[in-house]
């Protein structure tokens, strides 16, 4: 199967990387030019007692870049001292025009400007050493470009304002080159600054210009903002989400159940996809549902893939406002059916009739599965409503081995999928109902989203009926590590006949990767006590019941559109091909020009 867009998105993640610590970068900075110091000192003591070091200089040479009979070239005044200047002028220049910049960002960025530097000059040595004014002059205008190319993409993608930060090296450079050649050094090194300052924006223009020609976007703006995102919280993506996004018009399926002398249960099914990441968008969908009603709410996974993200956290409002039409005037019913399970082909059904309306939870485990599209689920509830008003269908989203491709609609698995359901709502329809109880639970657990469990914990409700008891547990967090989902029912089926394990997919326990699902950061064996623990809260909380169901239309909610996310995928990743070749065909003329410079002021 080809790989769809959210999967090509979440292999990016491979360019992501942790910045070290400010103190190890500026250790090498310090241990660099030393070194150099030291190979230099050598050198100078091994040359004659007169200490003087005769070489034929050209004109240009002795008239702009000279240098001196007696020099010794300084790594720490060349190199050490403008990369510790840049690591402490960066940041705060930054932040004073409103963006933010880290310290080890900075020591980083410096460092790596540093080692450039290095095997820019030093390469003259392969030459001759009267280049090497030459090319230190050269690589103080690569450095500049450099640090004007990254400080767009990671702090401010306005090229104008990044110019000041992007010169603090190669600017103190240009002083220590006038320190160790002459005053000259600096009208040569300026001329450079400006050769490769353009050919890097050029290049930034060029980098740019797929995103903008395809969804009106700036590429390192958005960069910017999911980089402000990951180091403060900031929620600057949601206004380009908006930007690309479009309008939908979903169904969601709610249970009500009135109990005696307890609190009510919702039990609510959400065709709207709980991500992208963090708290972008609707990633905090679940609990934003389930703290917006005084009922116990568990709010499981309905059919979207990541083309129904939310564009922002606002858009869950208009989810709030029709799940509270839906429940008004509502007609409640004592009787359910007893729960059943129905298989076809890798797809398994856990099914059961409430009142006039039915649920039906889906799996496919231990097949590996990803996101169920929307359509597939649009076509059973449409297939489902000649026999039931109300249909709800819920992808339980509990096993995973690697980032996949959602369930697209006409495959072999879709297929499967929808037999299932149909016969499991059939066997529904023909089966009786009885007076049933209902009984909830709600547990939260010591563990983080890096761990891969979402804030609302462990939900449990249990259902009996006849004397036979389901239980559906709901885990927040975004899928489910292979073979973890069978550990847990093995236990839980000493308390229910019936049960399936369910996940949220709420993605505040994704930043940067799609990949953190339960039980991958903590074995099973260490929560599954907290998974026993709710279930037996919940049979323990059993009461007479009635229930309602109701159908809400989600309006006008603005989500990421359809094929969105595999446009945006194809689009960088088009875009990362050309980057190399692009890169090197400017920083190539870039040279040449240098050249063509240093040939006019021979002249």
Same mark, same amino acid.
């Given at each position: ?5 959210? /999967?090509?998105?979440? @292999? ?12 190890? #970068? ?11 110091? &030291? ?18 200089? *050209?004109? /240009? ?6 240098? *001196? ?99 603090? @090296? ?62 403060? &919280? ?18 969601? /399926? ?24 963090? !708290? ?15 009922? !116990? ?54 099914? @059961? ?67 299932? #359901? ?99 950061? /903590? ?31 989600? !309006? ?9 996310? #595999? ?37």
């Amino acid at each position: 199967m080809a790989q769809g867009g959210d /999967v090509k998105l979440g @292999q990016l993640t491979k360019y992501i990387f942790t910045a070290p610590t400010w103190q190890r #970068s500026l250790f090498l900075m310090i241990l660099l030019g030393l070194v150099i110091d &030291g190979a230099n000192a050598r050198a100078w003591l091994s040359l004659p007692s007169s200490g003087i070091i005769a070489f034929p200089l *050209p004109t /240009v040479i002795s008239d702009y870049l000279s240098l *001196p009979a007696t020099f010794l070239f300084s790594g720490t005044i060349a190199f050490t001292i403008p990369a510790i200047a840049a690591l402490v002028l960066t940041k705060p220049v930054i932040e004073y025009s409103g963006k933010t910049m880290t310290w080890n960002r900075s020591a980083l960025l410096a460092l790596a400007c540093t080692v450039f530097g290095v095997i820019i000059t030093l390469a003259a040595m392969a030459v001759s050493i009267t280049l090497v004014p030459l090319c230190y002059a050269i690589s103080l205008g690569f450095i500049f470009g450099l640090r004007l190319f990254v400080l767009t993409a990671i702090a401010d993608y306005r090229v104008p304002r990044m110019i000041i930060p992007a010169l603090t @090296q190669s600017g103190v450079g240009v002083l220590a080159g006038m320190f160790l050649f002459t005053p000259a050094f600096a009208v040569f090194a300026l001329v450079l600054h400006i050769v490769f300052g353009l050919g890097f924006a050029i290049l930034i223009w060029m980098i740019e210009r797929p995103l903008r020609k395809a969804f009106k976007i700036r590429g390192l703006a958005f960069v910017n903002a999911f980089i402000a995102h990951m180091t403060d &919280g900031s929620k600057g993506m949601e206004d380009f989400f908006r930007e690309i996004g479009e309008e939908v018009f979903v169904p969601q /399926v709610s249970f009500f159940f009135r109990r005696t002398g307890a609190k009510p249960v919702m039990f609510t099914i959400p065709n709207l996809h709980p991500g992208p990441m963090g !708290e972008i968008g609707g990633g905090n969908l679940p609990k934003i549902l389930h703290d917006s009603f005084d009922d !116990e709410t568990l709010v499981a996974h309905g059919c979207a893939t990541h083309d129904f993200n939310l564009v922002s956290e606002s858009e869950s409002l208009k989810v709030i406002d029709a799940l509270k039409k839906s429940r008004q005037d509502l007609t409640y019913a004592a009787g359910a059916g007893r729960s059943t399970l129905v298989t076809t082909g890798t797809v398994q059904v856990l099914c @059961q009739r409430f009142g006039d309306s039915v649920l039906l939870v889906t799996t496919r485990s231990p097949h590996r599965t990803e996101d169920v599209d929307f359509s597939i689920g649009s076509t059973i509830m449409a297939e489902g409503h000649r026999l039931f008003p109300h249909v709800a269908v819920v992808d339980a989203h509990n096993c995973m081995t690697d980032l996949s491709s959602p369930v697209l609609i006409a495959t072999q698995t879709a297929t499967e999928y929808q037999q299932a #359901s149909i016969e499991a709502m059939e066997k529904c329809r023909a089966a009786p109902v009885h007076p049933f109880r209902i009984g909830a639970s709600h547990i939260t657990v010591p563990y983080s989203r890096e761990q891969g469990f979402g804030d609302l914990g462990i939900l449990v409700m249990m259902v009996e009926v006849d004397g036979q008891r389901t239980a559906y547990i709901l885990i927040d967090g975004n899928n489910m590590a292979a073979g973890v989902r069978e550990i847990i029912l093995e236990q839980v089926h000493k308390l229910a006949e019936h049960a399936e394990v369910m996940t949220t997919d709420s993605h505040v326990v994704n930043t940067i990767t799609g990949k953190n699902p339960v039980g991958l950061n /903590v074995p099973v064996a260490e929560f599954l006590p907290y998974v026993m623990q709710a279930v037996r809260a919940a049979a323990d909380d059993l009461a007479p019941s009635e229930t309602a169901a109701a159908t809400a239309h989600c !309006e006008h909610v603005v989500v990421f559109g359809s094929n969105r996310i #595999s446009q945006l995928a194809s689009t960088v990743n088009a875009m990362l091909v050309f980057v190399a070749p692009l890169s090197l065909a400017m920083l190539l003329l870039a040279f040449l020009l240098s050249l063509v410079a240093y040939a006019v002021m021979l002249k």
